[in-house]
């Protein structure tokens, strides 16, 4: 999509003078201490509380446009003793189209709680379920049960015919690690023989290199992988070590094998330049071919369990795509911390520390705005939010994910000025907008 076109349109989700959905964080707390979780990095800046009454009042003027409107955030949003009451509110304010949802592990869903979310207006429920054996869920989500997701999808099933709901969409979320790659599947049979109506796969966002070990996913693009395939195929053919590349590109003195291998990887650079594309050279020859054919195949039996169920899927890329697209940004979204700060996205919603593209970086939360002291719609329609729009669908950011220096001093710092494009929005390093991580949205 071209700046140029979207610039200043009234009918662009990002341009309107509101937003299209609001993703808000009711609780930062949560009775469950997952393996992959944000709250569990070392360095973190998470801090914990409960969204104020008077501060979710201060959305009801951007309710009555609003499409969606997503009530989770890092916490569980169960834990939130007023959880209803907002639905309610919400759903009173909203237009019929809109729908109301949120994320969570299950545990406390009883029938009863399922009940009061049916009365209020809840129009949509994605479940926790990142295993289908009780061993792989244990090990994921430390102090859940697959058990309790099976409670959760029933009490679901029971309050849609009790409360005469049966519009009302429960599903499943599988956050993809290598210890439960190969589950994927079978899960997602389990989930739609127990009324399951959709399904939502991302990979997991790894924050430190022990995170990153259980990564399904390699940090290189796919034009990328695409690419280096394709030479290295050619080199098998010509007859050329590709892999002695390192040893010897800086020695002085080459013998007519070694400048072939040397020339040869130039012309690879080359091609590559021509097709826009950036190569991280370390990466891709450390890169395990295998592990993204092993993602290719489960992903393909994913959609035929998804065929043959009927069930909603929405699967994540095998790899970060080189193409981007943010699809927060391109959808009018916008996100609430339970304190009231207002950010972007979720890559710039939380301090934390990040570990996705192969190396540790800082990620500072982007906050525009506080509802304590503005209204919603003042703060989504402030000249310097209205920029970070715009630059974000610009998408001239930044390469970092294939970029041979990375991490450099432009990313690597606790306080972001600019990427190496000059551009003033992280966008670079986040691979949210590869395509690789998904969310109810």
Not at 159 to 174: D, H, I, N, T, Y
Request: glycine letters at 8%; proline letters at 5%; one cysteine or more.
């Amino acid at each position: 999509m071209q700046l140029n076109r979207i610039k200043g349109s009234g009918e662009h989700p990002a341009f309107r003078a509101y937003p299209t959905k609001l993703f808000v964080e009711t609780t930062s707390r949560c009775n469950l201490n997952c393996f992959m979780c944000v709250k569990q990095t070392a360095d973190g800046g998470v801090t914990e509380g409960d969204l104020a009454d008077t501060t979710f009042a201060r959305l009801a003027e951007a309710l009555p446009k609003i499409e969606a409107l997503v009530l989770n955030g890092v916490g569980e949003p169960l834990l939130h003793p007023r959880l209803e009451e907002f639905v309610r509110i919400a759903k009173g304010r909203m237009p019929a189209r809109g729908w109301i949802g949120f994320q969570t592990n299950g545990v406390l869903l009883s029938e009863k709680r399922a009940q009061s979310l049916a009365d209020a207006g809840l129009d949509r429920i994605g479940l926790s379920l990142d295993g289908v054996t009780p061993e792989t869920f244990r090990r994921v989500r430390a102090g859940g049960e697959l058990a309790a997701v099976e409670r959760a999808l029933a009490a679901v099933e029971a309050a849609k015919k009790s409360c005469s709901r049966p519009e009302l969409q429960v599903g499943v979320e599988f956050v993809l690690m290598r210890n439960n790659l190969r589950e994927l599947p079978a899960a997602l049979r389990w989930a739609a023989q127990r009324g399951a109506s959709f399904a939502i796969v991302s990979h997991m966002l790894p924050y430190d290199a022990a995170h990153a070990a259980q990564s399904a996913f390699e940090p290189c693009s796919d034009a990328a992988l695409d690419l280096f395939a394709e030479w290295r195929e050619r080199a098998g053919r010509e007859g050329i070590d590709m892999e002695g590349y390192f040893k010897v590109l800086w020695r002085f003195s080459r013998n007519a094998e070694e400048q072939r291998i040397v020339s040869f990887i130039g012309e690879m650079k080359a091609a590559a330049d021509a097709r826009g594309i950036s190569l991280d050279l370390r990466k891709l020859f450390a890169a395990d071919t295998a592990r993204r054919g092993e993602v290719a195949a489960v992903l393909a039996e994913a959609r035929e369990v998804a065929a043959e169920t009927g069930l909603d899927l929405r699967l994540p890329a095998e790899a970060p795509r080189q193409e981007r697209r943010c699809d927060f940004v391109e959808e009018g979204g916008t996100f609430v911390s339970w304190d009231g700060d207002v950010h972007p996205c979720y890559f710039l919603w939380h301090r934390y520390s990040c570990f996705a593209g192969g190396w540790a970086q800082p990620v500072k939360p982007r906050v525009f705005g506080n509802l304590s002291r503005r209204g919603i719609l003042e703060i989504w329609n402030d000249p310097n939010f209205r920029s970070f729009r715009e630059g974000v669908l610009g998408y001239d950011h930044s390469p970092c994910t294939d970029c041979s220096v990375a991490p450099c001093d432009y990313v690597q710092t606790n306080h972001f000025e600019q990427d190496c494009h000059i551009k003033t929005e992280p966008c670079g390093s986040c691979l949210w907008c590869t395509g690789l991580f998904q969310c109810l949205s």
